[in-house]
């Protein structure tokens, strides 16, 4: 591939997306919306992005070990997390959940609002559920169910039954994997976007995903396949990163002005030590994970 038209090593090579393989769609759709905040894309003279992805709450790096960063939508936008309003229990009550006493890795982020928006991850297994009413992390809590709005149909049902779980036995089962069936598929999308992003052509970017070998045998031959097969990819990023990203888990407007992030808790198996990236409403900011939970400068992920 010509120097000047070869992306950086990071997107040159599939292994930059494959720990993505193992994301839900709630990361797919980040991964995507945040590209239409890239440069280029109404980046302003100070460097910063021109722009906010609608109805994000929070996306940062996921529990130490685990490169799957961890991304939070509003809950008002997102229907396939469930919503609760907890309230205190007693110690020992069965019907009761204890998140700070099964000692997995959590994640909780509450808003202006007063809600808060939960991050459980075990293993390769991750549940998010949010709050509309009451504090999760008091200790013990019982959860009341909120029907979600009228006209708006329940997708929460697969992360209730892991909540229910989760509370019966400390765990999540073995079920509650994150990978959907077309993540391959959006890993070329997201390649090819961003190869493109970075000056590539098609037939660089035909060389990335299939190999120099083939492309030297059927770049030219009889059938346009492969050509036609990178445009379709190339078309399909362009949807994705023009506000398509939110139907890959169902996002929808959420009504009302967004409330701010004014706190974000990690427990001790999150946490892990080093540096973690965090995103509100877009820009990048940096945290010690193992200092305060406050919020400290601007820094760049791209």
């Not at 720990?19 to 990361?27: C, F, R, S, Y």
């Not at 994640?107 to 998010?128: A, C, E, F, I, Y």
């Not at 990335?208 to 190339?234: I, T």
Request: hydrophobic share 40%.
């Amino acid at each position: 591939m010509p120097a000047d038209r070869t992306p950086p090593p990071a997107w040159r090579t599939a292994e930059t997306y494959r720990p993505l393989l193992g994301a839900d769609a709630a990361v797919w759709a980040w991964e995507f919306g945040r590209r239409g905040m890239a440069p280029g894309a109404g980046e302003r003279a100070d460097g910063d992005r021109g722009g906010e992805v609608p109805d994000l709450c929070f996306a940062g790096t996921g529990p130490e070990g685990d490169p799957i960063p961890a991304v939070i939508w509003r809950w008002q936008a997102d229907p396939s997390v469930p919503v609760f309003s907890v309230s205190p229990s007693a110690a020992g009550d069965r019907d009761a959940l204890d998140l700070l006493g099964s000692g997995l890795a959590i994640l909780v982020v509450r808003t202006s609002d007063g809600g808060q928006h939960v991050v459980v991850s075990d293993g390769p297994r991750r549940l998010r559920f949010a709050v509309a009413e009451g504090d999760v992390l008091a200790g013990p809590v019982r959860c009341r169910y909120l029907l979600p709005p009228h006209s708006v149909g329940v997708g929460s049902l697969a992360s209730l039954r892991l909540l229910v779980a989760l509370r019966d036995t400390g765990r999540l089962p073995s079920t509650g994997g994150r990978s959907p069936p077309k993540a391959k598929r959006w890993a070329q999308i997201l390649q090819a976007h961003d190869a493109r992003a970075h000056g590539a052509s098609q037939r660089d970017i035909a060389m990335l995903l299939f190999g120099a070998g083939r492309v030297r045998d059927d770049w030219a031959g009889r059938s346009d396949y492969m050509r036609m097969r990178v445009q379709r990819l190339l078309r399909a990023a362009e949807g994705l990163v023009a506000g398509g990203y939110r139907a890959l888990c169902g996002l929808r407007p959420a009504r009302g002005d967004k409330p701010e992030v004014v706190e974000i808790w990690r427990s001790a198996a999150w946490r892990g030590g080093g540096l973690c990236l965090l995103v509100l409403g877009g820009s990048f900011l940096g945290t010690s994970a193992g200092g305060a939970d406050w919020l400290h400068g601007l820094c760049q992920l791209w």
